[in-house]
Nanobody, 115 residues
C-alpha cells in the first residue's frame, strides 16, 4: 500500500529552523504533485506549500520567504525547509501526494514553535 512517512518535526524556538521530510513509497513519485499542509488546534487544515510534478511551486502567503519546498525524485522524497519560524507555525504538518485519480496523506507530524 502507498505510504507517506513524515519526519523531522519537533520543538523549536521562535526564529529557529526545522526541515521536514516525507518519503513516499509505492507510487510513481514523478507523476504526483506533492504538498505540505498543516492543521493547528481548532483550525482547518491549510496548504503550506506545494510542488507539482512539473516543478511549479506555490506557498501560502504566511510562509513566503521563510519556507522552501523541494522534491528529490531519485529518493521519492519531498522536503520542507522552515526558517525564521514563528509560534503561529505550530501545527500538525501533513504530507500530501495528489495524482490524477488518487490523493494520499501522511500520518502527520507535530511541529511546535515556542516563543
Amino acid at each position: 500500500q502507498v505510504q507517506l512517512v513524515e519526519s523531522g518535526g519537533g520543538l523549536v524556538q521562535a526564529g529557529g529552523s526545522l526541515r521536514l521530510s516525507c518519503a513516499a513509497s509505492r507510487i510513481i513519485f514523478s507523476m504526483f504533485d506533492m504538498g505540505w499542509y498543516r492543521q493547528a488546534p481548532g483550525k482547518q487544515r491549510e496548504l503550506v506549500a506545494a510542488v507539482t510534478a512539473g516543478g511549479s511551486i506555490n506557498y501560502a502567503e504566511s510562509v513566503k520567504g521563510r519556507f522552501t519546498i523541494s522534491r528529490d525524485s531519485a529518493k521519492s522524497t519531498v522536503f520542507l525547509q522552515m526558517n525564521s519560524m514563528k509560534p503561529e507555525d505550530t501545527a500538525v504538518y501533513y504530507c500530501n501526494a495528489a495524482g490524477r485519480l488518487r490523493n494520499y496523506w501522511g500520518q502527520g507530524i507535530q511541529v511546535t514553535v515556542s516563543s
